[in-house]
DNA sequence: TTATACATTATAATTATTCTAAACTATTGA
DNA sequence: TCAATAGTTTAGAATAATTATAATGTATAA
């Protein structure tokens, strides 16, 4: 989902009803230069902030997953106890940091492409993803 | 931790009281050939199968987070919905099979090493782990 | 426009995990 | 050996993230 167009277009193209709801979302996730990586509290907040009206914890929830489904949204893991989404949806890696808890984007070309010698038997690559985990230099991490 | 011994010396070198409760769960987890992938909920499973007496979930809690702070369990990021520990503490890559939801090693061999060309400025590199996921050739997976 | 299928909402339910406070046990040292 | 004490276990309550429910609302097709 490309940035600073028609959101209802784009929704109606995806086959989601294009809701103020669901265009409100699409437009603070995809109105931006930057990607964005957020939980689905961190959308929450946000919208909250920008927003007169409130939208539903659970149509938050619901968005998001629809818009993931289709493909405009990843999942991300790194800790157990949130979910993080990115809306770089390109084959990218990440730098997490264990400081601020804050994840970045690792570009593909800031690492050699990743040969995978022996796969399981049977089974189909998905995906390939380097997490690496940074921290300060003065601080103690595991 | 290494297998076949005995955990009531190890607990102690670890600076953990060798109570009944941790040396089993150390007998379930390290006496083993291969490699434990698991998540709070199989060990528990485990240990009441195994075991005539209960032990506390808030104990499978306990202990497991005591044996990974002295660095003997590894915990891995897949989902956001579960911890998953590894009793395999060596720096290597995984395998998750999206059809099963089983964790599988890849050996450090199996994949080229990764040099991060550009780091966080002000950071240092912890980890650097790659997870594949892998699905069943005819299935669909996003 | 109206029927219908899909969405939203508040709230309840669920799941994984952590907290609490009382009962228990390993260790220390007299 | 035996109490003091510091650390551990436990059941159950509390919390946090997420999902389900069921009633109300809205977009779309006919």
Chains 1, 2 share one sequence.
Do not use: W
Not at 38 to 48: E, G, P, Q, R, V
Not at 53 to 65: D, G
Not at 98 to 113: F, P, R
Not at 127 to 137: G, P, R
């Amino acid at each position: 989902m490309t940035k600073n167009c028609n959101f209802i277009d784009k929704l109606r193209e995806a086959g989601l009803r294009p809701t103020k709801q669901r265009v409100k979302i699409c437009e603070i996730l995809f109105n931006r230069e930057k990607t964005f990586h957020f939980t689905i509290n961190d959308l929450a907040k946000k919208i909250s902030e920008d927003l007169n009206e409130k939208i539903s914890l659970a149509t938050v929830y619901n968005t998001v997953h629809a818009i993931q489904k289709k493909g405009y949204l990843k999942e991300i893991a790194i800790n157990s106890d949130k979910s993080y989404f990115d809306t770089n949806t390109t084959a990218h890696h990440h730098f997490y940091d264990e400081d601020t808890h804050e994840l970045i984007d690792c570009d593909q070309s800031n690492i050699d492409s990743i040969n995978v010698k022996n796969n399981i038997t049977g089974k189909k690559i998905n995906s390939v993803e380097v997490l690496i985990k940074v921290a300060s230099d003065n601080q103690n991490h595991n």
